[in-house]
């Protein structure tokens, strides 16, 4: 667990408007798509599964995450944090919990892609041990994080 005081929690009727109107900074507008969009890409998609970061009880930011077809192994996604928490450590602490939940169901290998140039993204999945796979989908590279 991160030492921000964090918890992560379904999106569902009482919080999703909170995740919907989570602003990001125009410097991550490049590389990050609304809450909005996130969470309808989780309803008619299918396949995600979104998540509310809280700190302090109060919606700051958002992850979602899908089994991949290989057994023991998920992917991750729509990793934002509202401009309010941004450099706070907030985008770690999230991921970092993410995995450990999704390591407590068995999970045990986490992918995640990551656009050229989004050397916030990039770091943050350096410094949780992240690796490049040196594959590339819909332009952007494939990193992989093995426990």
């Not at 192994?73 to 999704?102: R, Y």
Request: net charge negative.
């Amino acid at each position: 667990m991160s030492e921000i005081n964090l918890s992560l929690v379904h999106v569902g009727s009482e919080n999703w408007n909170d995740v919907a109107v989570l602003e990001v900074s125009e410097e991550r507008m490049e590389f990050t798509a609304s809450g909005s969009y996130y969470l309808c890409l989780c309803h008619y998609d299918g396949m995600w599964t979104p998540m509310a970061a809280l700190k302090d009880g109060e919606v700051a930011g958002f992850i979602m995450w899908a089994e991949e077809e290989e057994k023991g192994a998920c992917w991750l996604g729509g990793l934002m944090v509202d401009t309010e928490f941004e450099g706070s450590g907030l985008g770690d602490a999230i991921l970092s919990d993410m995995i450990e939940a999704l390591e407590l169901k068995g999970y045990s290998e986490f992918f995640m892609s990551c656009t050229p140039g989004d050397d916030i993204l990039a770091a943050i999945l350096e410094r949780i041990g992240f690796a490049d796979t040196g594959k590339v989908e819909d332009g952007e590279n494939i990193l992989c994080l093995a426990r």
